[in-house]
Structure formats: structure tokens, C-alpha cells
């Protein structure tokens, strides 16, 4: 029997999901973590019941926490985040200069091949790499010794690694994004990284088309196209065809195409989901209702998905993370709101029910697929 | 031995109650009993002191006998009646949220 399993980060602690493939029935464990942000839990592909956990916390700092279980128990990995050599500095909000200073890990995202190899982003900007389960962490230098590294400056939430897309028919290539520096790629296992932000425009920036300043706020891929992205940007929806090279918008006719979230429908390529948010300065859904906007085309044609969200007096948001889809022949959707209700889809996105409410403020939503 | 209190994120983590013993060797100071305290319970490190520069974590606070030894040398000898178990070492978390 399929068992599908969800892994919900909070802010204040982490839950367990789970349900078997009819997905309309569910089971909730935890809190895990109690009282600690949890940005991210994610599985490894090659052994899902290797799970590996962000834990965080502005007094304590940062905790990385793995389980072999599938999260029954969990034991506390490495969680010595140093940066490689000279500590170089990256713009503040004043456009002073602020040396580089490791806060948390906003994302983990296990290695498609092994086990025990992982790869973290954290803020400040910066991409770790361990290779020993968690134990230990070593920067993959070359991105924060870019030559446009002291000019990236921080979003709203800080100056975050928070994506990491992993090629699977090139291992030696990553496009990670950072709020706000953009979007980059190495093509050589991370000792070297350029960025990939032609075609983007924001008019939020001096320079609208720089090179980098822009406000990724995720990027999303097909595992059979990786040449083929999806972004979410500050404002914006945007796709590229060739691996991030250039880009063109595809925002079309969405309400409002500033947002965070964006994912893929698990088989058809071409099948997109966002969540558009009012605006940057009111990050809630527009018109009071909660809308998930599907794209079967790969964008500028979008539907409203609403059946079963609420269509009246709310007013959340959906994060950069929170956003999964699973395997099953019937792709499932799922996403979790600031306001602490996870939403699920059994139909691709038809139609929806919350699978629990009055959860802290989701911080993160990843599912697995488990045989 | 040494009691320290920490404060419940640190307890969960730890997976200890409120206040914890420790066998410190040598003179009794802040750094001895910090890092008895992360070798005791190595989940600890980071969480309390910077990994790479020692420093106390800008949310937290040392206090014992009434006092606040938060800036106080790390190698400063601690009171008598910390050094003997009197009374406990206290790690505080900074009051926060409203």
C-alpha cells in the first residue's frame, strides 16, 4: 500500500502528515521541535526514511536535526556553519556594508544519489554542503566569493539561500536563488557559480535588468526537463527553457503575480501552480480569497482552483516553501498558510480540503511518496 | 558538582529537566562550566556560545548569586557558592514577545 507522507515545518515546531493514496484521511504527529521555527524538513530521495530538519531559533540559534526512522526519532546533526575563508560583507538595507554573518538554515535539500550527502542554504547567502548525514557542513565557497556578493542585499526576510534545484541528468549542476541577490548556477559541482537572471525585471532596483538585485522568490522544475524553470519572483511569474540562461515572463492573466510559492504538477510538465498574494506590502491572498492559480500550459493561461478554499474574509499567506505535490497517478497538491491550515488536493488541484487547521504559521511543506 | 539552569528551548533540546550537574574540573569559571556543559550534552553547542568566536549568544544572559556576569571575564573565577553548589548557574533567555 502507498502511504503518502507530509513534513510540515512551522514556527513553532515541526508535524508529520500522513495518509494512505486515497489522501482523504489523515493522521497528524507531533509537534517535534516545540517552541523552535522549523523553516524546512525534507526526506532524501534515495532513502526516505532519512529525514533531515532545520531548527531554529533567534536565541539559540541554529539546530540541524536528522532521523533514520521516517521521523519517529530524531538526533541532533552538525550545526557548525562556517564560512570559508575571509569574511567578505554584502550590502545591508542602508547600502552600508555588513560583514557576512550565519543566522539559519533556510533549506535543506538531500542529494538524489546519496544518503548522507545534503545541501544547505542558509542566511547570509551561502551554500553548505555535507557529505557525512549532517555531522559535518563545508561551504561551497564560490558562490559568496562571487564578484557581485558585496553588492546582494537583503529582502524583507534577510538575505536567504532558500532554493536548491539539483539537475538529475547533471549532478555537477545546481541553480540555487537568493532573496535578493537572484537567481545562479554552478555547472561544475559548486566551484563556480554565475547568475542566471537575464529577462528578469524589477522595477524595485536602480537598474531594473541588472545582472543581480532581483527578488527570486522560488524556482521550480520538472525532473524530466531540468533545462526547463519555473520562478516566482517578487513580482512576476516568470519560465526559462534553457536551464536559466534567459527568461521570459509568463504571468498572463493572474490577479496579481507577486507571490511566493510556485511548483510542478508531478507528471505533465507543463502544468504549473502558484498562489498569488495581493502585493509586497499586503501579503495575503487578494479579494479576501484563497485561490491556487494552475497554468496547463506553462503559463500566461491561468484558472483559479477554489473548490473547497475559502472564498471570503481571508487573509493569509503562503511561503516560499510551503508548496509540495506527490506521485501518484491522481498528482496530489498540497500546501500550508500562514495561518496554519494545510490544504490537500487528491484531484491536481480540483478541488481541495484542509487536512488540519490551527497549526503555527506554516513555514514549509514537503511530501514523499512512500511504496 | 556545578547546577546549571537552562531555559526550556535549551531543556527540550537537551532532553533534561530544569536544572542540570556537572562535574567541573580545575577552577570553577563561566568557560569551564560552558564547555563541561556542551560536552556533557554536545546537542548544546552552538546554542548558547558562537562556535568559532566562544561568544555568548546576544539573547542569552549569565547570571548567578543575583548577579549579572554576562560581561564578565569567561575565565573569572565564579562565586563560592557556585563553585560548591549552592547555588545554580542561570542561563536566560531574553524576555521576548510582548
Known sequence: MTTVRLLVGTHKGAFILTSDE????????????VGWDVYHVKGSPVDPNRLYASQSRGWFGQVVQRSDDGGKSWEPAGNEFKYEGAINTHKWYDNSDHPYDFTRVWHLEPSLTDADTVYAGVEDAALFKSTDAGKS?????????????????PGAGGLCLHTIIQDPKNPDRLVIAISSAGAFRTDDGGK???????????????????????????????????????????????RSDNAGDSWTEVSGNLPTDFGFVIDVHAHEPETIYVVPIKSDSDHFVPDGKLRVYRSKNGGNEWEALSKGLPQKDCYVNVLRDAMSVDNLEACGVYFGTTAGTVYASNNAGDSWKPIVENLPAVLSVEVQTLA | MIRVVLPANLRTLAEVGREVELEVGGTVTQRTVLTALETAYPMLRGTIRDHVTQKRRPMLRFFACEEDLSDESPDAPLPEPVATGKEPYLIVGAIAGG
Open chain 1, 22 to 33: 486515497r489522501r482523504e484521511r489523515w493522521k497528524i504527529d507531533g509537534p517535534q521541535f
Open chain 1, 137 to 153: 557542513w563545508q561551504e561551497l565557497d564560490a558562490l559568496r566569493h562571487h564578484p557581485t556578493a558585496p553588492s546582494w542585499a
Open chain 1, 192 to 238: 563556480s557559480f554565475k547568475p542566471i537572471n537575464k529577462g528578469l525585471r524589477s522595477n524595485y532596483i536602480p537598474d531594473e535588468d541588472a545582472e543581480v538585485g532581483h527578488c527570486v522568490h522560488h524556482i521550480a522544475m520538472h525532473p524530466s526537463r531540468p533545462e526547463t524553470l519555473f520562478m516566482q519572483k517578487h513580482w512576476d511569474v516568470m
